[in-house]
């Protein structure tokens, strides 16, 4: 999804909120990877943070405090802040005229919101009612680039996700508290044999933004209680899912698992579709999908697992099977790194996009 | 499942073979602990570890080299052995008049072989024509009481089953590798930001038994390959759970993936029924069930985790949801330790109920 500038005379302004966060180093990094198609690139953050040099393609940058003004002058200005901050700021940022790639939760499920991943429903950028696009949550974005592609080719018709979701999907706490407690267990032989002994050993105190222990575990929840019993994770897998594919109606049901590994999350997909689709042609289709690695050899021990494709864009896809009692059903197992297509990536793709398609 | 014996002036003979293994050890507890209805209780392994001595009910008893004599006099000869030793010596053990009750994968598909779970169908084990019965595959242990307890109320149609795995599945070099694995990577606070750091500090030779480095990580693999990409593994569990429930054409698609926990494996279930069945159906349903523990509070931090439900005897089921799209959709987290129920309980409970039920 490189993009080029559409008018070389002038190259747009962009604003980064959130700069000093873990979403944000990724995204400096990104835009020292990536083909560069801005003009100024101005750092927000909170107050705590401002007056803060950071590098930015190899130049010092000095952080600016979140404020009406920093707006002035910007045409996109991504935010990987916290819901509550991205709900006061995004139409702040708006109104100044700037275009608002969010990150958070605030906007997503809004209707005058497009909800865009750019290999999937890039068109979805034009009509932007409010001035603002949301980026979508970071598990959906682990598997819907591979789901969309093989939803144009043959027709999804319903989908089950199971998510294996890193420490780092809770922040830099989530990272921290994973490998305090694997410090306190890791040499524990004797542990896992009685119920209740590496909750012990790390201790209730020492369980960070977990409902349980994640070391030598695995907690199946993620976010807050919705209706049903539901999590909001797996609610946000179905409604966004729906929403980035355009189909309002889709049966989705997902549960979703935080896991100890650092960074990547992984889903485990069983999805139907209106034609017959065997395992080569879902894998050519996925082969050619932009955004798309294929890595599907299992005799040859090749399949995609977390630690190895950390640090990656591509949304990785092993295990391409159908179902030996459906010939509608695939299975997949996809992975995708949670920091980066999961949140960095995609922001800075939509705002790659709107260059590249003029819509700034 | 606690059995009674039928004719107490005559305790039935109970052979173990494999005694000084994972699962021996465990049985070894567990006949300490359960209610005692043995007369002699025969320990066998290999020539190798003949003539050591174990404890069993509290008294020392000499561990005898599998051979053709052992089994003369013996009821019910129980295997916790690898597949090759079952298929050579639980023929032997019928021969000479015992019921073998096989813990490997040897016969379970084998149409003269019964595959039993006490709780789901113990009628099965009357007809045995090989003198052999079977104990399922681990990953479908875990989760079958569960599902069979919905089946039986609600009539199941269909079943998605993805696991996280523990490395006690792979016997005592899985937990030895996943231990070593942790001490190498644990403290590593970098780790996990670039592709292959993980996999580049175990290193290729500390591998074990999986195909790719398990601490810090998953891996979508267990088993060996089969036809479609599907590993042995997954289609254990759609093939055992069709033989389990008399449903030969159930459909079932499973994932089966490796996670770095000691012992207990979890299964995402998603499973569609005949009738409309609500979250409180359901619930109500498991919470009478045999063998099932029903955790189920989130708001609470209530559900079940391998590390807190390891070392116990019930399969325990938790995050029981209706699906929004589907009435007669149930998605349950289940999780059951791979080594009780999983493997010894199992057994045990096999040839208990073949001594309640008078059929020995």
């Known amino acids: 999804m490189a993009a080029e500038p559409q008018s070389p005379g002038r190259r747009p302004t962009l604003a980064l909120v959130g700069a000093t966060g873990a979403v944000g180093t990724v995204m400096l990094s990104l835009l020292d990877e990536r083909p560069d198609v801005w003009g100024e690139i101005r750092l927000v953050a909170s107050a705590r943070s401002a007056g803060k040099t950071l590098k930015v393609r190899g130049e010092d ?27 006061q700021w995004a139409p702040v940022a708006a109104e100044r005229g700037a275009i608002a790639v969010d990150n958070s939760g605030a906007f997503r499920m809004d209707a005058d919101v497009p909800l865009v991943v750019p290999e999937v429903n890039a068109d979805a950028l034009a009509d932007r009612p409010r001035g603002i696009i949301s980026n979508p949550n970071c598990t959906t974005l682990s598997m819907i ?40 267990v890791g040499g524990r032989r004797e542990l896992g044999q009685t119920a209740g002994d590496v909750r012990k050993t790390i201790g209730e105190d020492a369980l960070g933004p977990f409902p349980a222990p994640l070391a030598l575990n695995v907690v199946p929840w993620a976010g807050s209680l919705k209706d049903g019993g539901w999590s909001s994770e797996e609610l946000k897998i179905r409604n966004e899912s729906r929403k980035i594919l355009g189909m309002p109606a889709l049966r989705v049901s997902a549960t979703c698992v935080r896991v100890p590994v650092v960074t990547t999350h992984a889903v485990a997909v069983h999805a139907r579709f209106a034609r017959p689709v065997s395992a080569k042609e879902a894998r050519a289709v996925l082969t050619g999908a932009p955004g798309v690695a294929v890595l599907d050899d299992p005799a040859n021990g090749q399949f995609p697992t977390p630690a190895d494709v950390v640090g990656t864009d591509p949304t990785w896809v092993g295990r391409i099977r159908q179902s ?37």
Chains 1, 2 share one sequence.
């Not at 952080?63 to 991205?86: H, K, N, T």
């Not at 989530?174 to 410090?183: A, K, P, S, V």
């Open 145 to 184: 680039v591979a789901v969309g592609a093989l939803h144009r080719e043959f027709g999804l018709e319903s989908l089950f996700a199971t998510s294996y979701q890193a420490a780092s999907g809770a922040g830099q706490a989530g990272i921290d508290t994973l490998y305090d407690q694997l410090e306190n």
């Open 61 to 87: 940058v000095v952080v600016r405090a979140l404020a009406p003004e920093v707006f002035d002058g910007v045409d996109i200005a991504m935010f990987d802040v916290p819901d509550e901050v991205s709900a």
């Open 324 to 360: 030996p009692d459906d010939p509608h059903e695939v299975a997949l197992f996809v992975c995708g790194d949670n920091l980066r297509k999961g949140a960095a990536l995609n922001t800075l793709q939509i705002a790659e996009t709107l260059v590249a398609r003029g819509l700034v």
